[in-house]
């Protein structure tokens, strides 16, 4: 609804809330380069670096028993730090111990666009009728994120001119900017559609990662064993190292953050002599599915090793993490690299501790309360 008011910077809803030939279009052109397994491999340079600058964050905010509190802040800085890197093609500074203004002020941006978004999902829908509050925080922080990113893109391209190389780093950003199939206002709604829709996931995600693996001190080690003890990972130590794919697909199915999928039907179907019409908002809850025993072995508990020796029931297809078929999440590979690639650096240095028990709560996505405090201790 906001967006279709201002036409003067939005020439559509965006590729998140699109649908029919208009996503198509979005979809087609603000992708390809995102899921393609080149460009994803060439970031890995800067994600490395991203990584440890986020252990050094961590570093600084260890107590002496290697306590993080306010764990979850962090991963939110990561989150910021790596999405806005992928998208504009440059570093931030989210991960400095004293962050620039104007990236705290984009970071509260995004916090606030999505507590709203949520609330106007869920809450009674009166933001239709007039503007209410949640809508103009809805409103207020959409601007924010609007003006800086725009600000930022205008930073990214005259730094591309001047450099005109061939930048890893800044390969998906300037595809975009130069495609001359899509508006301009698409492509800045792209870059803010992107950013707010990967930071907040990867950050949780990461989160329950570690809690649950915390469980695990065995599988830990196992990790640990499989990567090189130090320096820079590369993806063949990745790849030699099929415990850390297992701990987190098995995080991925026990404690998702995005725990459904959401489709609106394209044309009426059947499901069991119910038919749904055209048009019906569907929810389809995969994480409930995971957690039946009908459909995995031992389905309540988090079991790495399942993804490595299968035991029946593994319905594997289940887990879906970034959805499924044509709308999946374009940040899939990159995302997965990431967690890969954090997971094993965390590990490198320490064994990760949890006391108690996560409170989880519905916040849109399935998210830590805040805050959240693990230990690292040094192995
Ligand atoms: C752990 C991190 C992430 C998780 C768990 C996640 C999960 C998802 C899921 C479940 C969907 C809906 C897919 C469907 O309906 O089939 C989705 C869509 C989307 N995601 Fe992600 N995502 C993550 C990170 C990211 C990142 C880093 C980006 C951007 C770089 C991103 C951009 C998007 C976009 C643009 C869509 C909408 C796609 C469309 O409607 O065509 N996501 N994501």
């Known amino acids: ?37 080149q460009t994803v491999l060439r970031f890995i340079p800067q994600l490395n670096s991203i990584c440890d600058d986020f252990l050094n964050l961590i570093k600084g905010s260890r107590e002496h028993d290697g306590t993080v ?103 998906i950003f300037l595809k975009i900017l130069s495609n001359p199939e899509l508006d301009m206002r698409d492509k800045k709604a792209a870059v803010i559609d992107f950013i707010t829709a990967g930071i907040e996931t990867l950050a949780n995600s990461l989160v329950f990662l570690l809690y649950l693996l915390s469980s695990r001190p065995d599988w830990q080690q196992k990790i640990r064993s499989e990567l090189p003890s130090c320096g820079e990972l590369r993806i063949e130590d990745l790849s030699s190292a099929p415990s850390v794919k297992a701990a987190v697909n098995e995080a991925f199915r026990v404690l998702p953050t995005v725990p459904f999928l959401a489709r609106l039907l394209e044309t009426s179907m059947t499901i069991e002599g119910y038919t749904i019409p055209e048009g019906t908002f569907v929810l389809a809850h995969t994480v409930t599915a995971c957690r039946q025993e009908e459909n995995f072995w031992r389905a309540n508990e988090y079991l790495p090793e399942r993804w490595i020796d299968v035991r029946e029931p593994h319905a594997a297809s289940l887990v879906a993490p970034f959805g499924r078929g044509k709308r999946m999440c374009p940040g899939k590979r990159f995302v997965e690299l990431e967690l890969h690639l954090i997971l094993a650096k965390i590990l490198q240095q320490w064994r990760v501790e949890f006391d108690g028990e996560i409170d989880v709560q519905f916040d849109f996505l399935l998210s830590p309360k805040s805050p959240v405090s693990i230990r690292l201790v040094e192995w």
């Open 1 to 37: 609804m906001y967006r279709r008011s201002r036409p003067d910077r939005y020439a559509s809803t965006g590729l998140v809330n699109e649908q029919g030939e208009k996503w198509q279009h979005l979809r087609r052109h603000l992708t390809c380069d995102l899921t393609s397994p």
């Open 69 to 171: 509190s306010g764990f979850d802040h962090l991963t939110n800085k990561m989150g910021l730090e790596s999405v806005c890197g992928l998208m504009l093609g440059t570093r931030l500074g989210f991960l400095e111990r004293c962050m620039s203004d104007r990236a705290a002020t984009l970071a509260a941006a995004v916090k606030a666009h999505f507590r709203a978004q949520r609330d106007s999902y869920y809450g009674a829908p009166l933001w239709k009728f007039a503007p209410t509050t949640i809508y103009k925080t809805f409103v207020k922080s959409e601007e924010t994120i609007h003006t800086i990113v725009s600000e930022l893109m205008e930073e990214a391209k005259s730094r591309a001119r001047a450099s005109a190389n061939d930048d890893g780093m800044q390969e």
